[in-house]
């Protein structure tokens, strides 16, 4: 029996760059594919641009969105180890999988846009008809991948990711180092988003799933899910 393989790509970043504010994963948009996938008996790999400790935002432990799923992973003392030794990109670029899942968090604005072997295996991905998945800000690692016809990947794409009002609402249109919306769009993408800022989004285009918001990671996890289980069916 065939099991399916998805890489789970963290940010390895804990601090925004101009003022030192404590960033890095956003917890929620690991753990709800985390938990489905493994759910489901497939395998998982976690890696970073850089590998080793993954810092995981403080606003994100915040009760206030801290739901059950994230809690009781975040409780588990096992789980917290393996976020402290992730993988790195460069020791599973020869590896395909079923599909590649771009966890987002403020941190990934800063090593996911241009990490030249994280594009190379997105770009190799997309083109053996794999799933390429991002939530959040982890769509920025979207931004600068290019197709083998030198055209951007996400051009003329269907597309979501955190909006700039959802930027403005989470008081960090300051420390951000650019506006995802806009360089979405400046790409070429159809972004979308949805009509009420912090409510669930996720739009599939071919291969590419994208969620907008840390509110779309239940949704985002099912619909990824849902589309490798299609995949599954239709080759069998």
Request: aromatic share 8%; net charge negative; charged share 25%.
């Amino acid at each position: 029996m065939y099991i399916q393989k998805i890489l789970l790509v963290v940010t390895g970043t804990g601090t925004y760059a101009n003022s030192g504010l404590a960033t890095g994963l956003w917890l929620s948009e690991f753990t709800h594919i985390y938990h489905c996938a493994g759910e489901r008996g497939y395998e998982m790999t976690i890696a970073s641009p850089e590998g080793g400790n993954t810092p995981v935002d403080p606003e994100s432990l915040k009760p206030v969105v801290l739901d059950k799923i994230s809690r009781e992973y975040w409780e588990n003392p096992e789980f917290r180890e393996m976020l402290r030794h992730a993988k790195k990109l460069d020791d599973v670029r020869e590896q395909l999988f079923d599909c590649i899942y771009l966890a987002g968090g403020h941190g990934t604005m800063y090593d996911f846009p241009d990490n030249a072997v994280l594009q190379a295996i997105i770009t190799e991905h997309d083109e053996n008809n794999k799933i390429v998945a991002a939530i959040c800000h982890g769509v920025s690692g979207l931004l600068n991948v290019k197709s083998s016809n030198g055209e951007y990947l996400i051009k003329g794409k269907e597309i979501t990711g955190f909006s700039w009002l959802e930027e403005s609402l989470a008081n960090r249109k300051k420390e951000v180092p650019f506006n995802l919306e806009a360089s979405l769009k400046a790409r070429g993408a159809n972004y979308q988003k949805a009509l009420i800022p912090m409510t669930s989004k996720v739009i599939v285009d071919n291969n590419l799933v994208t969620g907008q918001n840390p509110f779309s990671s239940k949704e985002m996890a099912e619909v990824v899910l849902q589309q490798l289980h299609e995949r599954e069916m239709t080759d069998l």
